[in-house]
C-alpha cells in the first residue's frame, strides 16, 4: 500500500479549474517531484494535501487513514510537514529556537502542565538533531533573520524534519538561491535523502534540482496529470517536451 494516496482531487475556484481530478501513489522511501508551468495547480496541490484549502471532489489518505476534512494542525499530527515558497521563519528566534517551536508543533501532547519539561527537552533534541543534519549546527544560536537566505531555505528544511515527518513536502526550496546556494542545497538535501528512509513530495522549477534529487516525477499541466514516470521516461516524453520542458532534454 503507497504512503500517500490521491484520488480524483479536484479544486474549483469558480471557472476556473486549479487541480483537475490528479490521482497520484507515492510510496513511502521515494522521492517524487511536481513539475509543470506556472500556474499547472502545484502548490495548490500541496495546499489541498495538507488541508490548507479544501477539495472540490476526491480523496487524501495517509497511511490508510483519510485526511480530507482534517484541519492543517490535525494532518500534520498525522506525520506530515512542508516548507513553503516563500521564507516562514520568526526572525528574531535563533536558528535553534525555530527547530524547537517546530518540533513542539509536531507534538500531540506539547502544552501538557505535567510532563511540559520532558517534551520540551525531547523537542530541544530533535531541533538540534535536525539543523545537525542540514549543516546548520554551526549557526544554531544566530538570529534566523541574519541567515544568509540559502540557509533560511534550509532552516525550514530543518524545522520540518524536527517534525520527525512520514512524509516531507518540499515546495520550491531553491527558489530565490544563487547558483552557489542551489548546488549546496542539493549537495544538502542529497545527503539527507540518499539512505533511502525518507519520503518526499516536491515542487521544483529548477529541472537540474529535479533531475538531481527525484526518483519519480508527476508532470502537472492545467491542473491535470500528463504524464507519470522515471526521470529518464519523464525527459522523452514528447507531450512533456511540448508543454514544459521545452529543449531541457
Not at 494516496?5 to 487541480?19: M, N, P, Q, S, W
Not at 476534512?69 to 535553534?96: K, N, V
Not at 518540533?103 to 502542565?113: C, I, K, T, V
Request: with cysteine.
Amino acid at each position: 500500500m503507497a504512503l500517500l494516496e490521491i484520488d480524483e482531487l479536484t479544486r474549483r475556484f469558480g471557472g476556473i479549474v486549479a487541480v483537475d481530478r490528479v490521482t497520484m501513489r507515492v510510496a513511502e522511501g521515494e522521492v517524487r517531484a511536481v513539475i509543470g508551468p506556472n500556474g499547472a495547480g502545484k502548490s495548490t496541490l500541496f495546499n489541498l494535501i495538507t488541508g490548507v484549502i479544501k477539495p472540490s471532489q476526491g480523496v487524501v489518505r495517509f497511511a490508510g487513514q483519510r485526511l480530507t476534512g482534517l484541519p492543517t494542525p490535525r494532518i500534520c499530527q498525522h506525520g506530515i510537514a512542508r516548507t513553503f515558497q516563500l521564507t516562514a521563519l520568526f526572525p528574531e528566534m535563533t536558528a535553534r529556537e525555530n527547530a524547537r517551536l517546530a518540533a513542539q508543533a509536531g507534538e500531540h501532547r506539547r502544552w501538557l502542565f505535567v510532563g511540559g519539561s520532558a517534551l520540551f527537552a525531547d523537542a530541544g533534541r530533535r531541533a538540534d538533531t535536525a539543523l545537525e543534519r542540514l549543516g546548520l549546527a554551526p549557526i544554531a544560536n544566530r538570529p534566523a533573520g541574519l541567515l544568509s537566505h540559502g540557509d533560511q531555505r534550509l532552516l525550514e528544511v530543518a524545522m520540518a524534519l524536527a517534525q520527525n515527518p512520514r512524509l516531507l513536502l518540499l515546495d520550491e526550496p531553491t527558489q530565490g538561491l544563487s547558483v552557489e546556494e542551489t548546488a549546496r542545497a542539493v549537495e544538502t538535501l542529497s545527503g539527507l535523502l540518499a539512505d533511502g528512509g525518507m519520503t518526499v513530495l516536491l515542487v521544483e522549477h529548477d529541472m537540474e534540482v529535479v533531475f538531481s534529487l527525484a526518483n519519480k516525477i508527476t508532470v502537472l499541466h492545467r491542473g491535470a496529470v500528463i504524464a507519470d514516470g522515471t526521470p529518464q521516461a519523464i525527459k522523452n516524453d514528447a507531450e512533456v517536451q511540448r508543454a514544459y520542458l521545452g529543449g531541457f532534454a
